[in-house]
C-alpha cells in the first residue's frame, strides 16, 4: 500500500513554494484561508490535461477535477496518475518530484531487493553510483510505448565526473535533458546498443551529487516486446518502476518479472501476478538492484 496521507502532506508543501504558487495563484480569485486554493489548482491541471490532450478542454474541466484534487490534497486518494499530473503541470523539479514519491511509497511498502551473484559483473567503473532511480513508461492507445521519463540521482566517485552515458536497446529514440544536464545525439555504443550523453552544466567532484531528468520519446519502426526491463550490473540503491497504459489498450494479464540476464534473448526465471490499478498503471519498488534484470512484461 502506498501512503496517500503522507504523500499529501508534501504536495501541499510543494504548492505553497514559489514556483507552483505563482502557477496557481494566477487562477485564484480570493486568496485560500489554508495556503492552498483548490479551485485555482483545479484550474492548472485542467490545463495541462487540454494541452496534452488527454481531457476535452472545456469551461467545466476544472469543476470536473475539484473533487480529485481535494482526495489527493487531503490524502484519502492519491494514485499514481494524479501524482503524474501534479509533476507535470506544476513542472516540479527532479528534488520536489523525489520527495513526493518518497512520501508516496511510504515506509508501508515492500522494498523487493533484487541481487543475483550469478550474473557477471565485468563493468569498468566510469566514475559514478546511482542512488536512486525513478522509471516512468507510458503506453499510447494501440499499446507502443510513447514516452518513458527518468528520474536519476548519481553520486561521483571518480575525482571528476562531466556527464552520464545514458544506454538503451533501440535506436528509434529522441531523448531530452529536462533538468540537470544536456542530451547529446543517439549514438551506437556497442554492437545493439545505443546512447546519449548527457553533459553536466558542473562537472561533479568526488563525493558530490546530481539530480538528472530526462524523457525518451519512441518512435518505434516495428512494435517492441511487450514488457519494460531494468537491467543494472552495479548496485542502485533503490529503483521506482511504474508502466502505464492507455485506458483504451489495458493488458489481459501483468507480471513482474526476473531474467537471468542483461541480453535480449534472457529467460525468465521468476515472475509473480501483479494487478493493474485504477489509474491503470503498475509499480514497483527495488531496493536494491545489483547484477540482475527485474521490469513488468504484459499480455494483450
Same mark, same amino acid.
Given at each position: 500500500?502506498?501512503?496517500?496521507?503522507?504523500?499529501?502532506?508534501?504536495?501541499?508543501?510543494?504548492?505553497?513554494?514559489?514556483?507552483?504558487?505563482? &502557477?496557481?495563484?494566477?487562477?485564484?480569485?480570493?486568496?485560500?484561508? +489554508?495556503? %492552498?486554493?483548490?479551485?485555482?489548482?483545479?484550474?492548472?491541471?485542467?490545463?495541462?490535461?487540454?494541452?496534452?490532450?488527454?481531457?476535452?478542454?472545456?469551461?467545466?474541466?476544472?469543476?470536473?477535477?475539484?473533487?480529485?484534487?481535494? @482526495?489527493?490534497?487531503?490524502?484519502?486518494?492519491?494514485?499514481?496518475?494524479? &501524482?503524474?499530473?501534479?509533476?507535470?503541470?506544476?513542472?516540479?523539479?527532479?528534488?520536489?518530484?523525489?520527495?513526493?514519491?518518497?512520501?508516496?511509497?511510504?515506509?508501508?511498502?515492500?522494498?523487493? =531487493? /533484487?541481487?543475483?551473484?550469478?550474473?557477471? +559483473?565485468?563493468?569498468?567503473?566510469?566514475?559514478?553510483?546511482?542512488?536512486?532511480?525513478?522509471?516512468?513508461?507510458?503506453?499510447?492507445?494501440?499499446?507502443?510505448?510513447?514516452?518513458?521519463?527518468? %528520474?536519476?540521482?548519481?553520486?561521483?566517485?571518480?575525482?571528476?565526473?562531466?556527464?552520464? &552515458?545514458?544506454?538503451? +536497446?533501440?535506436?528509434?529514440?529522441?531523448?531530452?535533458?529536462?533538468? =540537470?544536464?544536456?542530451?547529446?545525439?543517439?549514438?551506437?555504443?556497442?554492437?545493439?546498443?545505443?546512447?546519449?550523453?548527457?553533459?553536466?552544466?558542473?562537472?561533479?567532484?568526488?563525493?558530490?551529487? /546530481?539530480?538528472?531528468?530526462?524523457?525518451? !520519446?519512441?518512435?518505434?519502426?516495428?512494435?517492441?516486446?511487450? @514488457?519494460? !526491463?531494468?537491467?543494472? @550490473?552495479?548496485?542502485?540503491?533503490?529503483?521506482?518502476?511504474?508502466?502505464?497504459?492507455?485506458?483504451?489498450?489495458?493488458? !489481459?494479464?501483468?507480471?513482474?518479472?526476473?531474467?537471468?540476464?542483461?541480453?535480449?534473448?534472457?529467460?525468465?526465471?521468476?515472475?509473480?501476478?501483479?494487478?493493474?490499478?485504477?489509474?491503470?498503471?503498475?509499480?514497483?519498488?527495488?531496493?536494491?538492484?545489483?547484477?540482475?534484470?527485474?521490469?513488468?512484461?504484459?499480455?494483450?
Amino acid at each position: 500500500m502506498t501512503d496517500s496521507l503522507a504523500a499529501a502532506a508534501v504536495l501541499r508543501r510543494i504548492l505553497q513554494q514559489p514556483g507552483p504558487r505563482r &502557477l496557481w495563484l494566477r487562477h485564484a480569485i480570493v486568496g485560500p484561508a +489554508d495556503g %492552498v486554493n483548490q479551485r485555482a489548482v483545479a484550474a492548472v491541471l485542467a490545463g495541462y490535461l487540454a494541452d496534452r490532450g488527454e481531457r476535452p478542454d472545456s469551461l467545466d474541466l476544472p469543476r470536473r477535477l475539484k473533487d480529485r484534487v481535494n @482526495r489527493a490534497l487531503s490524502g484519502s486518494s492519491l494514485s499514481a496518475e494524479t &501524482l503524474r499530473w501534479f509533476i507535470e503541470a506544476f513542472e516540479l523539479d527532479p528534488d520536489q518530484e523525489s520527495e513526493l514519491f518518497q512520501a508516496w511509497l511510504g515506509p508501508g511498502v515492500a522494498n523487493h =531487493g /533484487a541481487v543475483d551473484d550469478q550474473l557477471e +559483473d565485468g563493468v569498468e567503473d566510469d566514475g559514478h553510483r546511482t542512488l536512486h532511480l525513478q522509471e516512468w513508461h507510458r503506453l499510447g492507445p494501440d499499446g507502443i510505448p510513447t514516452v518513458h521519463e527518468t %528520474v536519476q540521482t548519481i553520486q561521483a566517485t571518480g575525482e571528476t565526473l562531466e556527464g552520464y &552515458l545514458y544506454r538503451f +536497446d533501440r535506436k528509434e529514440v529522441v531523448v531530452d535533458g529536462l533538468h =540537470g544536464g544536456r542530451a547529446g545525439p543517439v549514438h551506437e555504443v556497442d554492437e545493439g546498443l545505443h546512447g546519449v550523453w548527457i553533459t553536466f552544466p558542473t562537472p561533479l567532484s568526488k563525493g558530490d551529487t /546530481a539530480t538528472l531528468r530526462y524523457r525518451t !520519446r519512441f518512435a518505434f519502426q516495428s512494435p517492441p516486446p511487450p @514488457r519494460f !526491463r531494468r537491467a543494472s @550490473r552495479r548496485r542502485i540503491d533503490q529503483v521506482l518502476v511504474i508502466v502505464e497504459f492507455h485506458p483504451a489498450r489495458m493488458p !489481459r494479464r501483468v507480471r513482474w518479472c526476473h531474467w537471468d540476464g542483461y541480453g535480449p534473448d534472457a529467460a525468465v526465471v521468476a515472475e509473480e501476478d501483479v494487478t493493474v490499478g485504477r489509474s491503470h498503471d503498475v509499480h514497483r519498488v527495488v531496493s536494491p538492484l545489483q547484477r540482475a534484470t527485474v521490469g513488468f512484461r504484459w499480455e494483450w
